[in-house]
């Protein structure tokens, strides 16, 4: 973790940390970090609460991410890559319909937010750190936009994003990729500017976990199913 966050102090995405989270909120970081200490990042899900996921993810302020990586690569998704774009469930189309593309079908981000508008949560697409910080974790600092949540992403991220979550009080869990994936950081930096070459795949098991989180929310309300876009996040509607 400690080197991970010198060699970004050399990147805009460290700079930005500095200035909008740690300057403006110190006491938050400094309790983050406390709380940070005695996590232990092996367990799978790692989390960054002690509650049942049925007590924290609830509706709107409750987020899905997956990082964009796990885009198809052959065919490759129609939507492109390295953004946080998914013609599929922005068009709304219904579960098992004619008009899916053929590399929808097995696409791991098409089901997992298919569950995550069912269950009426929110949806994001995770692209680079620089987007994360302002999509997801300054939203969350400043105004509790986005209070708890389940992300799928490299291991190699866990810290540092965990910290993110920490600082704005997002409570949740983080599940790794089984393949694909950044292990080291020169690998990170590439893939956090795009140049991402890999499909990255989750293992079976993790990919059962999130479907039973979400599966096994409480309706606490109706959902259509479908989604609204609001600058990168995909909100339930």
Known sequence: ??????????????????????LPHPVKTIRALVQYT??????????????KTESVLNGLQSVVG??????PINPPCPSGRFNHDCQYLERSFPAGSDKMPNCCRH??????????????????????AKDILHDLFLPGLRDSRFTSGVFVLCR???????TGMLVSGIRGWLL?????????YKTWVRADRGDKNDQTVIAEQNRKTVVRILEGLPKKHVSSGKCRREGNILYSQ
Not at 38 to 51: G, Y
Not at 66 to 71: A, D, N, R, S
């Open 156 to 162: 190699y991220s866990f810290e540092p994003f965990a």
């Open 107 to 128: 696409c791991a981000i098409r089901e997992i937010g298919e569950k995550t508008f069912n269950a009426g949560l929110s949806f994001y697409i995770m692209t680079s």
């Open 38 to 51: 005695p996590m232990d990042f092996t367990e799978i899900p790692t989390a960054t609460t002690n509650e």
């Open 1 to 22: 973790m400690l080197a991970f966050c010198l060699q970004s102090l050399f990147r805009e995405y460290g700079w930005s940390f500095i200035r909008y989270v740690i």
């Open 176 to 184: 790794p990729f089984e393949q694909g994936d950044c292990r080291d």
């Open 66 to 71: 997956v990082g964009f990586c796990l885009k």
